[in-house]
């Protein structure tokens, strides 16, 4: 193991007080307490193309774990979210909700996977018309809702509203809540990101229910749920017919499509390079400080897995007397 592996997160396996059960998800460690709260902790994974890369990314899950919390807070004028505490720099602890079986992807302009479509002539996203002449990752007319059906082991499905409401995955009085809702978490991200000097391309959301109220839940506006492109150029670059400065995780995708891999059968994932993974640490640091204004505090990984056993502890006993 090289050092830039060793001051990483790779994963956890805790114990903690009044634990239920645990499930790891492509990128987050999940641990059920009491089957009321969820403890989650942010690894430094890195997932594409519906895979894990076989190298974690230093200071990934901490990026991660304090841009969706700090969003978390400022967004609870619009939705309820399931954060309670962020015990530990990789961790956020909250309610446990029933989810949704469908993620919400606003998009504003025409990029990534939106984009691969309407290149093969698709003008219709999830029952969205798209107009003729745009380029990649011109501005939409309006900001449009494109959900995906949630997939564990293959990858996520395009779904129109209208499909949603006919399979019985979300009555349709609550699918216009959702959708409005999102649109407005969508909209404060846009306002905040043009603040910092960045356009908030696209992005997805998750929710869930707890007590009959919808409740936002997983993670916001990160750069692995979100698409940011630098505003002060994007105007000169899209005259120009270049590809945009951006902060996401679109990067990766277009790194790992050069060296011939798209998560299709029988394709190989390429060997991550020390250069390569060190350049996606600065990147997620670079849009942390980027999109929050603040200087990022890379946290110690000396002691980190009895940090979080110990934060998540005193956490929990704190919350269940």
Not at 147 to 176: G, M
Request: charged letters at 25%; glycine letters at 4%.
């Amino acid at each position: 193991m090289n050092a830039m592996e060793h001051d990483s997160l790779v994963s956890t396996n805790f114990f903690f007080k009044h634990q239920v059960d645990f499930m790891r998800g492509k990128v987050r460690d999940v641990y059920n307490i009491k089957d009321e709260y969820i403890v989650m902790v942010a690894s430094d994974r890195i997932s594409a193309f519906d895979h894990v890369l076989p190298r974690p990314i230093p200071f990934k899950g901490q990026v991660l774990n304090q841009i969706a919390s700090k969003f978390l807070d400022a967004t609870t004028h619009i939705v309820k979210n399931w954060k309670i505490a962020e015990p530990d720099p990789h961790v956020t602890a909250g309610y446990k909700c029933e989810p949704y079986p469908v993620e919400f992807v606003v998009r504003g302009y025409l990029a990534g996977h939106a984009w691969r479509l309407y290149k093969e002539g698709a003008r219709e996203i999830c029952g969205v018309s798209l107009p003729d002449g745009l380029k990649q990752n011109d501005k939409l007319p309006q900001p449009i809702l494109t959900p995906t059906t949630k997939a564990h082991e293959s990858h996520d499905l395009d779904i129109s509203v209208d499909e949603i409401v006919a399979q019985r995955l979300i009555k349709r009085k609550e699918i216009q809540k959702l959708e409005k809702i999102s649109l407005e978490l969508y909209e404060f991200g846009v306002n905040h990101a043009h603040g910092q000097d960045l356009i908030l391309v696209d992005t997805k959301y998750e929710f869930g229910k707890l007590d009959d109220e919808i409740y936002l839940i997983d993670e916001i506006h990160t750069p692995d749920s979100s698409r940011y492109f630098y505003a002060d150029t994007y105007e000169e670059i899209q005259a120009n017919d270049q590809n945009q400065r951006q902060l996401s995780k679109e990067f990766v995708r277009q790194w790992l499509i050069k060296n011939g891999f798209q998560g299709l059968e029988g394709q190989l994932i390429p060997p991550l390079t020390d250069e390569f993974v060190e350049s996606v640490s600065e990147r997620y640091i670079e849009l942390y400080e980027q999109i929050t204004g603040e200087a990022f505090e890379k946290r110690s990984y000396e002691n980190i897995n009895s940090d979080i056993e110990f934060a998540v502890n005193a956490f929990i006993a704190d919350l269940i007397q």
